[in-house]
């Protein structure tokens, strides 16, 4: 009777820890590709602008997670698990993962101009889901700065 229970259990763990990865991989990717889409739709304008990122604060199991926004080398100098990948230097990234960076995704925004990324009023590259973020989109003549500026924690 105990080798039943125990089978049971360890079916229902495994079963589990599956349709939370599979979880995981489906919003983190979808939290990735909406924020990217924010910041490309931004570069596409063309024009000097500025507007609050949008993004939930809870993602899988009422759990808060951490999003860093920069180029290939500026994510791979952070995190251990991405220096073997292929990131672009010329190519920004969106990084959405767990606090325990057990999961994550990854999403590029491909651009054709010489993008300067800054971090205003943090470190940079991370932040928290509950932080309050700000996009500035500024074009020059030779480059387009995107400044990446923490204004304060969001309110639930």
């Known amino acids: 009777m105990m080798a039943i229970l125990f089978m049971v259990i360890s079916f229902v763990s ?5 349709l939370r990865t599979s979880l995981a991989s489906r919003i983190y990717g979808d939290i990735a590709r909406s924020i990217a889409l924010q910041i490309r739709m931004g570069l596409e304008l063309h024009s000097n602008t500025t507007y609050i990122l949008e993004y939930p604060i809870e993602a899988i199991a009422y759990e808060e997670y951490s999003i860093a926004i920069g180029n290939g080398s500026i994510l ?3 995190y251990d698990f991405l220096k073997y990948q292929q990131l672009n230097d010329s190519t ?13 995704e990854i999403e590029a925004i491909e651009t ?4 300067i990324i800054k ?9 928290g ?11 020059y003549n030779d480059h387009i700065e995107l ?10």
């Not at 920004?92 to 994550?104: E, P, Q």
């Not at 400044?147 to 639930?156: A, D, L, M, S, T």
Request: aromatic share 18%; charged share 15%.
């Open 147 to 156: 400044g990446i500026v923490f204004n304060g924690v969001k309110r639930v």
């Open 129 to 139: 889901s509950r932080a309050l973020i700000n996009i500035m989109i500024t074009f």
């Open 92 to 104: 920004i990234y969106v990084l959405v993962l767990s606090f325990d960076k057990i999961y994550h």
């Open 14 to 18: 495994s079963d589990i820890a599956w």
């Open 112 to 115: 054709t101009n010489n993008v």
């Open 76 to 78: 791979k100098q952070r």
């Open 119 to 127: 971090y205003y009023n943090f470190t940079g590259p991370e932040f």
